[in-house]
Nanobody, 128 residues
């Protein structure tokens, strides 16, 4: 029902920056907690960052804290992930996800099972 489309992935050198975007098809996106996850080959899909439905609360994986920033532009139905100081270990397919169950003031959950809508992913490759 809710479609999410990621964009902005690419190849960057270590220390560089990328800005990922996730465009949602539905206006109800504004009430959903949103998350970014990533999955490297042979590894599990891991939580990266999340933002509450009201955009007040954010949460980050320890590995990206201080380097990545999640934000939302409600008017554009878009969530962003600004990634700075990229490291080779950030290389992965990045997925946007929406949690339609949580209250708008609830902290985003770092759990795969909390999210019921997923984008197709965008590849981020960070070279040494």
């Amino acid at each position: 029902q809710v479609q999410l489309v990621e964009a902005g992935g690419g190849l960057v050198q270590a220390g560089g920056s990328l800005r990922l975007s996730c465009v949602a098809s539905a206006r109800t996106f504004s009430t959903y907690a949103m998350g970014w996850f990533r999955q490297a080959p042979g590894k599990e899909r891991d939580f990266v960052a999340g933002i509450s439905g009201n955009s007040i609360s954010t949460r980050y994986a320890d590995s990206v804290k201080g380097r990545f920033t999640i934000s939302r532009d409600t008017a554009k139905n878009t969530v962003y992930l600004q990634m700075n100081s990229l490291k080779p270990e950030d290389t992965a397919v990045y997925y946007c996800a929406a949690d339609s169950y949580r209250a708008v003031n609830s902290n985003p959950l770092p759990l795969l099972g909390a999210y019921d809508y997923w984008g197709q992913g965008t590849q981020v490759t960070v070279s040494s």
